[in-house]
């Protein structure tokens, strides 16, 4: 008898999640504790592992879903044996969430030429302590070339 997999609880107040993108496609055999999707809650991005062996019949929800409800069939896994056609069919009357359309990229500002370089240097920081700034932001500053030192903060620290 096939298996319906349906959109995992990751927190305790998760109510609905985006399916960011299944690693397996229909036809893969799978085992227990094999990584099935990436699912996007409010706030982080968890892997899906499959509690079942067999191979993936049907995926009812497509990749990109928004606001996937918990509990909602997002695949069918055919058990050993079975004919996946049948078991496909068979989960096809499940209801399925219309998937939200990707929106189109909106046009980006061109960014600042790279060989642009401010006409002065920025000074350390006046009180001689190092720049205070969470790892991300310090990598978000160095992929877009801001200095750390010139920005000027708007909070106490």
Not at 51 to 59: F, L, P, S
Not at 62 to 78: F, H, Y
Not at 128 to 138: E, Q
């Amino acid at each position: 008898m096939s298996k319906k997999i349906q959109m995992p609880a990751l927190s305790p107040t998760m109510e609905e999640g985006t399916l960011a993108k299944w690693l397996v496609k229909e036809g893969d055999t799978v085992s227990s504790g094999d990584l099935l999707a990436e699912i996007e809650t409010d706030k982080a991005t968890m892997e899906f592992e499959a509690v079942d062996e067999g191979v993936v019949a049907k995926i009812l929800v497509s990749e990109g879903s928004e606001g996937v409800k918990v509990g909602t069939v997002i695949a069918i896994i055919a058990e050993e044996g079975e004919d996946v056609a049948a078991a496909a069919a068979g989960g096809a009357d499940a209801p399925a969430p219309k998937a939200d359309p990707v929106p189109e990229k909106a046009e980006v500002a061109p960014a600042p030429k790279a060989d642009t370089v401010p006409e002065k240097p920025a000074a350390a920081p006046a009180s001689g302590d190092r720049v205070k700034a969470s790892p991300l932001a310090r990598r978000l500053a160095e992929a877009k070339g801001i200095d750390l030192a010139s920005v000027k903060g708007s909070g106490t620290n």
